[in-house]
């Protein structure tokens, strides 16, 4: 079984600080996907990343997956409230029947 | 804008019945899937489905069944509710297997007393 590591679990910060979430395995992926997920709803793709050491920007978030297609992280800058959720990363070993493989996830809190 | 909707956002049942979780997309996708959501343990995936009438097991399938008569609909059945099977239900639908993005629905919060 592959397993997705993510650290920190909980991140509460103030606003308008930079934070990074990482996302670890020991497992090489084909690609990986980052998720946002807000009380009460199901989450949201924010981004797939499928080359290895590649960066893409959204906005005021930077994701980068590893040279070696085994790790990835999210970083945020000049975080705001509406940052707040649980950010998950998912892994996709290109088995194809299997799905995706889902780390337990950082709970962010941006106050105000 | 495309849409996975669940029948129930809070469920509230008594041990031993019998529970229908039903999931419906819009978008005509092949495959379909139920995870359940627990705090401390992330997303675990039931059941999928990639398509009409096809099943396939995921990590924790034991106490599950699933149902995908139609290909928009795709149904988990608790046999006999355990209160271990409290918690967040989220279907999800995908075009393809592996890759894809996973539009996901809005949750169904399960609760067995």
């Known amino acids: 079984t592959q397993l997705l590591e993510q650290s920190p679990q909980f991140l509460s910060i103030q606003e308008g600080e930079n934070l990074t979430v990482y996302c670890n395995s020991s497992?090489?992926?084909?690609?990986l996907q980052w998720y946002r997920q807000e009380p009460g709803e199901g989450p949201v793709l924010l981004v797939t990343?499928?080359?290895?050491?590649e960066v893409k920007k959204l906005k005021r978030l930077t994701f980068q997956f590893g040279d070696a297609r085994k790790d990835s992280s999210l970083h945020i800058t000049a975080a705001q409230p509406g940052d707040t959720g649980l950010y998950l990363c998912?892994?996709?070993?290109?088995?194809?029947?299997?799905?995706?493989?889902f780390g337990k996830g950082t709970h962010l809190i941006i106050q105000p | 804008d495309v849409k996975v909707t669940q029948s129930s956002r809070y469920l509230v049942k008594r041990t031993g019945e019998k529970v229908f979780l039903e999931c419906v997309q819009d978008?005509?996708?092949?495959?379909m899937f139920w995870y359940r959501q627990d705090p401390g343990l992330g997303l675990r995936l039931i059941y999928f489905s990639y398509d009409v009438k096809m099943k396939e097991k995921g990590d924790i399938p034991e106490g599950y069944s699933v149902s995908r008569e139609k290909k928009e609909r795709f149904s988990l059945i608790l046999e006999s509710a355990s209160t271990n099977q409290t918690s967040m239900y989220l279907c999800?639908?995908?075009?393809?297997?592996?890759?894809?993005?996973?539009?996901f629905g809005s949750g169904t919060q399960l609760s067995v007393l």
């Open positions: 999800a639908s995908s075009f393809v297997i592996g890759g894809e993005k996973l539009f």
């Open positions: 978008m005509d996708h092949e495959n």
């Open positions: 998912a892994g996709d070993s290109g088995g194809g029947a299997d799905g995706l493989t």
């Open positions: 990343v499928v080359t290895g050491g």
């Open positions: 497992s090489v992926f084909s690609s």
